[in-house]
């Protein structure tokens, strides 16, 4: 089941998911949320404070994805697989492995070329990461999920180490389109979906 949830503030969402995982059971039917947050930074279990490399005003919210810090913010599509990995067979390798190639199945409809950096989760575009990735996973579930930037300020991204990189570089889908319809979430959000479908 698909739910387009719109702009939503990043905790009350966060704590839906962990309600909906500890719910959930065999009979529960899997689902992918896609949304926008307000601007917020993201701290993973992992997450090394110093990775914040200064205030710009911006929360920070610590949370038990996986990973480093990240930036979520107006412009970023965001997609949260709720998934009950054993009755899909998958692995989190397998499952973060997919859920990238439908990212750059994705960006290649819009002619760009995409790729994974070894030993760096995520998708990119030249040197310069496009989407980020983090997972947790519950008694064989997971939520949390990836987000990939379409049309936004890239600015507070330097205010971090993004993913925990220093001065790694950052892009955007709306930086590389030059012709066709324009970009936005709520477009990049249905095929993104209609990918994810297809490589789960």
């Known amino acids: 089941m698909i739910r387009t ?9 966060w704590r839906a998911m962990q309600a909906f995982t500890a719910a959930r059971d065999e009979a529960t039917p899997d689902e992918l949320w896609l949304c926008e947050h307000p601007p917020v930074f993201t701290q993973g279990l992992a997450g090394k404070p110093e990775h914040l490399l200064r205030d710009i005003g911006i929360p920070v919210v610590k949370i038990d994805r996986g990973g480093q810090i990240t930036y ?45 950096l070894a030993g760096a989760p995520g998708v990119y575009v030249g040197a310069a990461k496009i989407a980020a990735l983090g997972l947790k996973v519950k008694r064989n579930c997971c939520y949390h999920g990836l987000a990939l930037n379409v049309a936004m300020d890239l600015a507070p991204f330097a205010a971090i180490n993004p993913c925990g990189y220093p001065g ?8 590389h389109v030059h012709h066709g319809p ?14 994810l479908q297809r490589a789960l």
């Not at 949830?5 to 969402?13: A, F, M, N, S, W």
């Not at 790694?168 to 930086?175: E, I």
């Not at 324009?182 to 990918?195: D, F, I, S, T």
Request: glycine share 10%.
């Open 5 to 13: 949830l719109g702009r939503v503030d990043y905790e009350p969402t």
């Open 72 to 116: 979520h913010g107006p412009g970023q599509l965001v997609a949260y697989l709720l998934l009950d990995l054993k009755l899909r067979g998958l692995t989190v390798k397998t499952l973060v492995h997919r859920m990238e190639q439908a990212v750059i199945d994705l960006l290649a409809g819009y002619g760009i070329a995409a790729e994974r």
């Open 168 to 175: 790694m570089a950052v892009t955007q889908l709306s930086a």
């Open 182 to 195: 324009a970009a936005n979430v709520e477009n990049v959000g249905a095929k993104l979906a209609a990918q």
